[in-house]
């Protein structure tokens, strides 16, 4: 069976309970399974949430689905959906997610996951490896960090907790792949109400990949001194080789030191970024 969005299953059903039997999964949790498939993982995640949590298997292919739908008659804490991941509409109350995604629409799961205004708390994902570093950034080992990484930083977590063989999968896939933990932090370290204001600041700073052009112009050369010297930045060089933990107390430093019409140059980059990445992905497509 060729699955639309080119999926990678793990063969190994012991592989699967190993992962979950070292993972906060538990009983009564609400478990999302995205992806799932003929029902692999949402079996084993059924017994580990056992009769007082819940399962949700979102699975779009109708072929895969046929047996998907099949599981409720045996496990009964578990709710089966024919849906696009894209349109689903996540529980108003805490959820985790532990899913073998398809890896081309990683970054459509991924960004639709990590919005702090849902309440999500934990998430476990089979995903690419560049993909676990660029969201991750330099909580990843020594990965760089990126827009994505500076995005999520103040909300949450990242860890790789497992790294797999290609042969755990069928059909084989080309690239090498993790198993990534993302866990909601427990105190964020900045406040939601100032998150688009957050948005803006990182998004206007990562446009210049060396970094200096933007802070000049946002931060006088004394305020930019103070910066470094306070937290050890280097204003002369870009997003990629600074600390997260760095960037977010300048952030915040930002949002004291900075007067309004410093502001008023970063205000709406964020929409803007995201206005000509549209752009820019409607263009492949059509090109393509």
């Known amino acids: 069976m060729e699955l639309q969005h080119s999926q990678n299953f793990i063969h190994n059903p012991?592989?699967?309970?190993?992962?979950?039997?070292?993972?906060?999964?538990?009983?009564?949790?609400?478990?999302?399974?995205?992806g799932a498939g003929e029902g692999s993982i949402t079996k084993e995640l059924a017994k580990k949430v056992g009769e007082?949590?819940?399962?949700?298997?979102?699975?779009?292919?109708?072929?895969?689905?046929?047996?998907?739908?099949?599981?409720?008659?045996?496990?009964?804490?578990?709710?089966?959906?024919?849906?696009?991941?894209?349109t689903y509409q996540f529980p108003k109350e805490s959820f985790k997610v532990f899913s073998n995604i398809p890896?081309?629409?990683?970054?459509?799961?991924?960004?639709?996951?990590?919005?702090p205004y849902i309440p999500m708390i934990e998430t476990y994902l089979v995903i690419q490896k560049e993909a676990a570093e660029m969201y991750g950034g330099d909580q990843i080992e020594m990965s760089d960090n990126t827009l994505k990484s500076l995005l999520a930083y103040p909300f949450y977590t990242f860890k790789i907790v497992h790294r797999f063989s290609k042969t755990d999968f069928f059909p084989m896939p080309?690239?090498?792949?993790?198993?990534?933990?993302?866990?909601?932090?427990?105190?964020?370290?900045?406040?939601?109400?100032?998150?688009?204001?957050?948005?803006?600041?990182?998004?206007?700073?990562?446009?210049?990949?060396?970094?200096?052009?933007?802070?000049?112009?946002?931060?006088t050369q004394n305020q930019m001194n103070i910066l470094a010297q306070k937290f050890g930045l280097e204003m002369n060089r870009g997003i990629k080789i600074q600390q997260q933990e760095k960037l977010v107390e300048v952030f915040l430093e930002y949002l004291k030191i900075v007067d309004v019409s410093k502001k008023n140059l970063v205000k709406g980059r964020y929409q803007q970024l995201l206005e000509e990445q549209n752009k820019l992905e409607k263009l492949r497509r059509t090109q393509g």
């Open 14 to 34: 012991n592989l699967i309970k190993n992962l979950l039997a070292n993972s906060n999964i538990s009983f009564g949790d609400t478990v999302i399974d995205i």
């Open 52 to 86: 007082k949590g819940k399962v949700i298997a979102i699975e779009l292919e109708n072929e895969a689905f046929q047996l998907l739908e099949q599981l409720p008659q045996k496990y009964k804490n578990v709710e089966v959906l024919n849906q696009d991941i894209h």
């Open 103 to 115: 890896f081309n629409i990683t970054s459509d799961i991924l960004n639709k996951l990590l919005n």
């Open 174 to 219: 080309r690239v090498n792949s993790n198993f990534l933990r993302i866990q909601r932090r427990a105190h964020d370290l900045i406040d939601i109400s100032d998150l688009k204001e957050y948005q803006d600041f990182v998004s206007y700073i990562v446009q210049d990949r060396v970094g200096e052009g933007g802070w000049k112009k946002i931060f």
